[in-house]
């Protein structure tokens, strides 16, 4: 019997493709280099963003400087650009994703998130309206760990009070997030609600379909009956 929900955050409970958006070739374009360089660089700080050893300022400063165009103004400004993008994604979280999480505190399941986060989503994160429904939180920035870390999982799942098998695991499918569930004994279902809102590069998960599919928000509940 499935006892609690466990979700992710970008691309299932909210998107970062919703109003104004702010991604890699933005930040390229505004500090005036190529955005293939940029990303290069950009991705050699994520895992180090993720847990906790840079905040986004910090990080965008290494990268800057290593790119020849650092300044002080140019960090505050960018992550300026990127709270105003946050801002946007979080003051259109779907109505679905609200109705989701009050159906199941009705029912008394237990709702779990892990995120791989920077520092200045894991704020946006605290300080939404969803933040209140999660029983249980595990940031990978205030974790120092990231998805698909088997920890997480197995920590998850304690705090939570509850066996792998009854937990059903809800995500876009990155950070391989779904198998990471599938081997920690839970039940993985992939989103699938924000797929065609991603535009080139940013490419979403592909359809895995060795995993169980919910098209709408709401089609986690039956998802969940089917697990119980």
Same mark, same amino acid.
């Not at 993008?85 to 979080?90: E, N, Q």
């Given at each position: 019997m499935i006892k609690a929900v466990i979700f992710d955050m970008f691309e299932t409970l909210v998107t970062l493709f919703e109003g104004k958006t702010y991604f890699g070739e933005d930040i390229a374009a505004d500090v005036g280099i190529d955005p293939t360089l940029f990303r290069k660089e950009w991705h050699s700080t994520?895992?180090?963003r993720s847990t906790g050893k840079y905040t986004i300022e910090e990080g965008l400063a290494i990268v800057l400087k290593r790119l020849g165009v650092y300044s002080e103004e140019k960090v505050a400004f960018i992550a300026d650009k990127r709270k105003a993008?946050?801002? %946007?994604?979080?003051s259109a979280i779907p109505d679905g994703s609200i109705r989701l =999480?009050? *159906? /199941?505190k009705k029912r008394g399941i237990r709702i779990g998130l892990m995120t791989n986060t920077f520092s200045d989503e894991r704020e946006f994160i605290r300080q939404s309206i969803l933040f209140p429904y999660f029983d249980v939180s595990l940031i990978s920035y205030?974790?120092?760990?990231?998805?698909?870390?088997?920890?997480?999982?197995s920590d998850m $799942?304690?705090? /939570?009070?509850? $066996?792998? %098998?009854?937990? =059903?695991?809800?995500?876009?499918?990155?950070?391989?997030? /779904?198998?990471?569930?599938?081997?920690?004994?839970?039940?993985p279902c992939q989103c699938t609600w924000f797929h065609d809102r991603a535009f080139e590069p940013h490419i979403p998960c592909a359809i895995l *379909? *060795?995993?169980?599919h919910a098209d709408q928000p709401l089609d986690v509940l039956d998802n969940l009956d089917r697990n119980s």
């Open positions: 994520e895992q180090g993008a946050l801002r %946007d994604s979080f =999480l009050s *159906e /199941l205030e974790q120092g760990r990231c998805k698909p870390d088997p920890s997480l999982y $799942t304690r705090l /939570l009070g509850v $066996t792998a %098998d009854e937990c =059903l695991y809800v995500g876009d499918g990155g950070s391989r997030e /779904l198998y990471a569930a599938r081997d920690a004994g839970m039940h *379909e *060795e995993f169980d």
